[in-house]
Nanobody
Framework: QVQLVESGGGLVQPGGSLRLSCAAS????????MGWYRQAPGKQRELVAI??????TYADSVKGRFTISREFAKSTVYLQMNSLKPEDTAVYYC?????????WGEGTLVTVSS
């Protein structure tokens, strides 16, 4: 059983930055992917970024602005978000796939507004 706990969301002005963190309880193998998804009001959940054994993957909408990183010793994944735009407003969810199962965090709200 894996539990994911996100933190770091909040209100930020356009052009600002935030860093999200997701800590996994239990043991997470280095080979399993960890990533971030987001869901804006009235929209479907979408991939933001994934950190996997083959590298990192980003949605086109965040390339060059967001950076995903991982601290294996702490089973933690981060999402550094720069140059934030109002359209980045969403609930951001941490995700991993381990032991044949999908695990999701409860989400953290990011609001980009002046």
């Amino acid at each position: 059983q894996v539990q994911l706990v996100e933190s770091g969301g909040g209100l930020v002005q356009p052009g600002g930055s935030l860093r999200l963190s997701c800590a996994a309880s239990g043991s997470i193998s280095r080979i399993v992917p960890m990533g971030w998804y987001r869901q804006a009001p009235g929209k479907q959940r979408e991939l933001v970024a994934i950190y996997s054994i083959i590298g990192t993957t980003y949605a086109d909408s965040v390339k060059g602005r967001f950076t995903i990183s991982r601290e294996f010793a702490k089973s933690t994944v981060y999402l550094q978000m720069n140059s934030l735009k109002p359209e980045d407003t969403a609930v951001y969810y941490c995700h991993t796939h381990s032991g044949g199962m999908d695990y999701w965090g409860e989400g953290t709200l990011v609001t980009v507004s002046s």
